[in-house]
């Protein structure tokens, strides 16, 4: 589906891992929802030894709850199939993804009775270094680099033209075998395909690679993204249609973290797009009121 509209959806754990904070937002990061979700008694103690099956059903029915959410806003708000992205900052939990598994095709997503034509499920990353490990042996981690003019030419309604706001192009570094970063996953959770977008420097600092004893410049920042699965499948045999297609998100991503650049300032305040801060933010808000 190239001409479906497309809807991004970031969800994040609270650091308890008791709150479910989520953002949904479209390609031009214009429309916002939120969703949020508590596991049920949370905060209540004495909990019984059986707490971990609890837990694992909660959450799960948080996730369904939160897709529920999903397929209600496209019914509403689009007459075509759309096709969902579904993001997690930082490294998927393996139940987390076989939540989410069990949940898109369950809901039978690509059929004609779902809203949703396809659904993607990846993880976003920050990174401080780049260090490739290849799943494959004796592939020497080959890269295939690509080159585009972002940030776009206008954000905000600001021109950004300008060399300011514009220092350098934007990088895509695309493995031609399928790796992950340190530590090393294990070989469920290896992403069916990754790559890195390499762009200017931001003013969050925890989110620019420092250039060691030279201060005198910064160095550029670093976002990772990796495919996971689909539902359904891409009927293309290969890794050759995932590498696009986390090769698209990534673009996708890039452009919607200049929705987070200041109307009188054009740099971006994250390299992360605006619905993973909120959907971020969002699981925080909900894990200071419980």
Same mark, same amino acid.
């Given at each position: 589906? $190239?001409?479906?509209?497309?809807?991004?959806?970031?969800?994040?754990?609270?650091?308890?891992?008791?709150?479910?904070?989520? #953002?949904?937002?479209?390609?031009?990061?214009?429309?916002?929802?939120?969703?949020?979700?508590?596991?049920?008694?949370v905060g209540q103690?004495?909990?019984?030894?059986?707490? $971990?099956? #609890?837990?694992?059903?909660?959450?799960?029915?948080?996730?369904? %709850?939160?897709?529920?959410?999903?397929?209600?806003?496209?019914?509403?708000?689009? %007459?075509? %199939?759309?096709?969902?992205?579904?993001?997690?900052?930082?490294?998927?939990?393996?139940?987390?993804?076989?939540?989410?598994?069990?949940?898109?095709?369950?809901?039978?997503?690509?059929?004609?009775?779902?809203?949703?034509?396809?659904?993607?499920?990846?993880?976003?990353?920050?990174?401080?270094?780049?260090?490739?490990?290849?799943?494959?042996? $004796?592939?020497?981690?080959?890269?295939?680099?690509?080159?585009?003019?972002?940030?776009?030419?206008?954000?905000?309604?600001?021109?950004?033209?300008?060399?300011?706001?514009?220092?350098?192009?934007?990088?895509?570094?695309?493995?031609?075998?399928r790796f992950c970063?340190?530590?090393?996953?294990?070989? @469920?959770?290896?992403?069916?395909?990754?790559?890195?977008?390499?762009s200017a420097p931001?003013?969050?600092?925890?989110?620019?690679?420092?250039?060691?004893?030279?201060?005198?410049?910064?160095?550029?920042?670093?976002?990772?993204?990796?495919?996971?699965?689909?539902?359904?499948?891409?009927?293309?045999?290969?890794?050759?249609?995932?590498?696009?297609?986390? #090769?698209?998100?990534?673009?996708?991503?890039?452009?919607?973290?200049?929705?987070? #650049?200041?109307?009188?300032? @054009?740099?971006?305040?994250?390299?992360? @797009?605006?619905?993973?801060?909120?959907?971020?933010?969002?699981?925080?808000?909900?894990?200071?009121?419980?």
């Open positions: 589906g $190239g001409g479906r509209p497309v809807l991004h959806c970031a969800f994040h754990w609270s650091e308890d891992g008791l709150c479910l904070g989520a #953002a949904m937002t479209d390609t031009t990061g214009e429309m916002l929802e939120t969703f949020s979700a508590l596991f049920p008694g103690q004495n909990a019984p030894d059986n707490e $971990g099956k #609890a837990r694992d059903a909660a959450s799960r029915g948080m996730i369904a %709850k939160l897709w529920a959410s999903v397929e209600e806003w496209l019914r509403r708000c689009y %007459k075509a %199939k759309a096709r969902v992205v579904i993001a997690s900052l930082g490294v998927c939990v393996p139940k987390d993804l076989e939540d989410w598994r069990e949940i898109l095709e369950s809901a039978k997503v690509g059929s004609e009775g779902s809203p949703c034509g396809e659904a993607h499920v990846v993880q976003v990353a920050v990174l401080r270094a780049l260090q490739l490990l290849s799943t494959e042996v $004796g592939s020497g981690g080959a890269l295939s680099v690509d080159t585009w003019p972002f940030p776009p030419q206008r954000v905000n309604n600001v021109e950004m033209s300008s060399a300011l706001a514009s220092p350098s192009p934007s990088f895509l570094l695309r493995s031609q075998h970063f340190p530590p090393f996953l294990s070989p @469920p959770t290896i992403p069916r395909a990754t790559c890195v977008v390499v931001t003013r969050d600092e925890e989110e620019t690679c420092s250039p060691g004893l030279d201060t005198a410049g910064l160095w550029p920042t670093l976002l990772e993204m990796s495919l996971h699965f689909s539902v359904p499948q891409a009927k293309q045999e290969g890794a050759n249609s995932d590498k696009d297609l986390i #090769a698209q998100i990534s673009k996708e991503y890039h452009a919607l973290s200049w929705a987070t #650049a200041h109307p009188c300032f @054009p740099m971006r305040q994250s390299v992360l @797009p605006l619905h993973i801060i909120v959907a971020k933010r969002v699981a925080l808000a909900a894990s200071a009121v419980v």
